[in-house]
């Protein structure tokens, strides 16, 4: 081994210190444009790719590698860290308001749960404020970039699943959930929806939720972003496969908007 090399090497040295650095300058230059071809390749390559709402094919696939990371690992596990109420602002901004028309009728609302065998219940506001009622003060955070202490009180979504038989629907992956108009829509997996703070709310700061806020319910889930709290909730269903979510169809949002 050790013979070969220094063949190679008395090979090469018979060059002159100055061929020496013509070569390496060569090399250098030749391996610098190379790069840079190939550079100019992969992104033209890419720019080519068939897109999903503006974006290349690529990206997006990272993207569901890091949403199949995160939605393992972030959605039952931790707790979103929770505030006196005394913290809580009173003046709530109001955001989306998708699937919140002049035209709805709160006296007709009821919530259509629609079960695994397909048949539906129609539950009242009565009946769900007969449940347990918890109260949550936390950061809601906007996607867009703005973020509020606020108060919700509502029933645990787990709780409520109990009390109205949905045992064997807790067993799917997902809950989708829409407005009466289905204007909004969003997809919830389910580990998501049965953590310990995430509510079905009918009250903010103690008081009935306003129109505004989603009356009569809406979905408070702290360890989501803003966009997966659908105000108004018109219709529950379950599936296994991804029930179709606004924003994530729309704009490519990450499907999950863990946090
Ligand atoms: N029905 C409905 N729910 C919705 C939205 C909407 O447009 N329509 N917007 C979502 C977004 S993007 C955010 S940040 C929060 C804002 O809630 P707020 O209006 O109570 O601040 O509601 C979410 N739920
Ligand atoms: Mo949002």
């Given at each position: 081994?050790?013979?070969?090399?220094?063949?190679?090497?008395?090979?090469?040295?018979?060059?002159?210190?100055?061929?020496?650095?013509?070569?390496?300058?060569?090399?250098?230059?030749?391996?610098?444009?190379?790069?840079?071809?190939?550079?100019?390749?992969a992104w033209?390559l890419l720019q080519r790719q068939p897109s999903l709402n503006g974006v290349p094919k690529p990206f997006t696939a990272v993207m569901r590698f890091n949403e199949s990371i995160f939605s393992k690992t972030l959605s039952?596990?931790?707790?979103?860290?929770?505030?006196?109420?005394?913290?809580?602002?009173?003046?709530?901004?109001?955001?989306?308001?998708?699937?919140?028309?002049?035209?709805?009728?709160?006296?007709?609302?009821?919530?259509?749960?629609?079960?695994?065998?397909?048949?539906?219940?129609?539950?009242?506001?009565?009946?769900?404020?007969?449940?347990?009622?918890?109260?949550?003060?936390?950061?809601?955070k906007c996607i867009e970039g703005?973020?509020?202490?606020?108060?919700?009180?509502?029933?645990?979504?787990?709780?409520?699943?109990?009390?109205?038989?949905?045992?064997?629907?807790?067993?799917?992956k997902y809950?989708?959930?829409?407005?009466?108009?289905?204007?909004?829509y969003v997809g919830i997996d389910?580990p998501s929806?049965?953590?310990?703070?995430?509510?079905?709310?009918?009250?903010?700061?103690?008081?009935?939720?306003?129109?505004?806020?989603?009356?009569?319910?809406?979905?408070?889930?702290?360890v989501k972003y803003g966009v997966k709290?659908?105000?108004?909730?018109?219709?529950?269903?379950?599936?296994?496969s991804r029930p179709p979510d606004y924003w994530s169809d729309k704009k490519g949002y990450d499907y999950f908007s863990g946090l």
């Amino acid at each position: 081994m050790a013979g070969k090399r220094s063949i190679l090497f008395s090979k090469s040295s018979g060059l002159s210190t100055e061929e020496l650095i013509r070569k390496r300058t060569f090399w250098s230059f030749f391996i610098f444009f190379a790069l840079a071809a190939a550079g100019f390749g992969a992104w033209t390559l890419l720019q080519r790719q068939p897109s999903l709402n503006g974006v290349p094919k690529p990206f997006t696939a990272v993207m569901r590698f890091n949403e199949s990371i995160f939605s393992k690992t972030l959605s039952d596990k931790h707790l979103a860290k929770e505030y006196p109420v005394s913290e809580a602002v009173s003046n709530v901004r109001v955001n989306g308001d998708l699937g919140m028309n002049d035209q709805f009728d709160p006296s007709h609302w009821v919530l259509n749960v629609v079960r695994k065998q397909g048949d539906t219940l129609h539950i009242t506001l009565d009946q769900i404020k007969k449940l347990p009622k918890t109260d949550i003060v936390f950061n809601f955070k906007c996607i867009e970039g703005w973020s509020q202490i606020t108060h919700w009180g509502g029933v645990k979504f787990s709780t409520f699943m109990r009390a109205f038989g949905l045992n064997d629907e807790t067993g799917l992956k997902y809950v989708g959930l829409s407005t009466p108009d289905k204007e909004y829509y969003v997809g919830i997996d389910m580990p998501s929806a049965l953590h310990p703070q995430t509510l079905l709310c009918y009250e903010m700061n103690g008081v009935a939720l306003p129109m505004n806020q989603g009356y009569p319910l809406r979905l408070i889930i702290p360890v989501k972003y803003g966009v997966k709290n659908i105000k108004r909730i018109g219709t529950m269903q379950f599936s296994d496969s991804r029930p179709p979510d606004y924003w994530s169809d729309k704009k490519g949002y990450d499907y999950f908007s863990g946090l």
